[in-house]
């Protein structure tokens, strides 16, 4: 679970660099497919019975997750820094 969240942030950080375009947007496809796995954790956790994993810590994951979305379609319809 910690490994896929650091890899959220670490490939959201790194798209922001001096990438083209489609870079770009294959580093935040890469961020998407982590939160899909903290996601998947989390609600694992959850079944499991770990208090500490609340539905609305779910939802910010998905919330995270259409962001990234967002940020993706914003990047491939930019030009070419």
Known sequence: LLRAAVSVSANLAESC??????????LIDVA?????????????????GVREV???LIESVVEVRKLAYGFRRRVQH????
């Open 17 to 26: 660099g001096p990438h083209s375009p489609a870079k770009a947007a294959m």
């Open 32 to 48: 998407i497919g982590s939160l899909n796995e903290v996601e998947r954790l989390l609600r694992l956790l959850q079944r499991l």
């Open 54 to 56: 609340t539905d609305a």
């Open 78 to 81: 930019s030009s070419p820094a």
